[in-house]
T-cell receptor, first 110, second 116 residues
């Protein structure tokens, strides 16, 4: 699995966008980029994934650099409920056997 | 639709003892993965079970073992507990591996194990 690097923490104001960067310079051509988040006292939950193209879903958008060495998770309007640790994962498996790093702790201020 | 459930919620054991943790997968899922999450760190993959067989293992010693039952529920067993085994143990279920498409992992709330 690809090694990923994320900032330890980020702060945002409520209803403002949040851009979470992730570096994965060792990613291979067949590695997916997955994002999961872990709310306090809960197990992780899936946010989004992508391979080469940018992706959007109801929770977030994923922007993948053309060389695939980095990506950015975008939360369009942060809410207090989005306060969590966000994990970026690069993995060959299509969603299975994930290797989590330290993640980015997102604080949302009202 | 029933989500992933785990039992017990909390558990306290002493060093050298053995522990069994249980997981019921989400309806329709026949693949179960176990993860260990130490305080302040991300989850680490222990192993995965599919069709009652181990289907991949992370960097954990043999004293970590598991079972999967015909109803797809699963157990994680840890023998000869060490202080460093204190952690949140997470179970995740998903669709069968290797069938094309994406296998989103659905995590349970975890079992908090404390080893004294």
């Amino acid at each position: 699995d690809a090694k990923t690097t994320q900032p330890n923490s980020m702060e945002s104001n409520e209803e403002e966008p949040v851009h979470l960067p992730c570096n994965h310079s060792t990613i291979s051509g067949t590695d997916y980029i997955h994002w999961y988040r872990q709310l306090p006292s809960q197990g992780p939950e899936y946010v989004i994934h992508g391979l080469t193209s940018n992706v959007n879903n109801r929770m977030a958008s994923l922007a993948i650099a053309e060389d695939r060495k980095s990506s950015t998770l975008i939360l369009h309007r942060a809410t207090l409920r989005d306060a969590a640790v966000y994990y970026c994962i690069g993995s060959k498996a299509a969603g299975n056997k994930l290797t989590f790093g330290g993640g980015t702790r997102v604080l949302v201020k009202p | 639709e029933t989500g992933v459930t785990q039992s017990p919620t909390h558990l306290i054991k002493t060093r050298g003892q053995q522990v069994t943790l249980r997981c019921s997968s989400q309806s329709g899922h026949n693949t179960v993965s176990w993860y260990q999450q130490a305080l302040g760190q991300g989850p680490q993959f222990i192993f995965q079970y599919y069709r009652e067989e181990e289907n991949g293992r992370g960097n954990f010693p043999p004293r970590f073992s598991g079972l999967q039952f015909p109803n797809y529920s699963s157990e994680l067993n840890v023998n000869a507990l060490e202080l460093d085994d204190s952690a949140l143990y997470l179970c995740a279920s998903s669709s069968p591996p290797g069938q094309g498409g994406y296998n989103e992992q659905f995590f349970g709330p975890g079992t908090r194990l404390t080893v004294l």
